[in-house]
């Protein structure tokens, strides 16, 4: 099953919660994720108390969200190998929190990248 039947528009109507539990269980079985990425780096959205790098199941799913207000970024695919590798350590430092699968209206679960690791983890 690809990505693009499992992550539909439906997936976009799922609870937050639900739709955070789906993208964990697709990175468990080596889903890559996408993030949004210019010349200069990944999209970051400043919240004031934390830093959030979105990241979504589908290219289309990160594509159709920047496309809105964030012209000039590409969709960045990101190994589900080198997320818990590498990604998520440096967000750690950094202090930045994963936002997972933000909906149209920015709806979603934000978590920090060490509580992102630890789910990730869990049986």
Sequence with gaps: MTATTIFDDS???LPSSER???????IKKGQSIW???DAEGCLIIDLGS???LPVWPSKAMATD???ADHEGFNA???NAEDWPEKWLPGMQSD???VGISPNLA????VSSAEEHAFDLNAK
Excluded at 20 to 26: F, G, P
């Design 20 to 26: 955070y539990t789906q993208v964990i269980a697709a």
């Design 76 to 78: 960045l695919e990101i």
């Design 106 to 109: 920015g709806e979603c679960i």
């Design 95 to 97: 202090g930045f929190s």
């Design 65 to 67: 969200w920047g496309r």
């Design 50 to 52: 934390d830093k959030v």
């Design 35 to 37: 993030a949004l990425a």
């Design 11 to 13: 997936f976009y109507r």
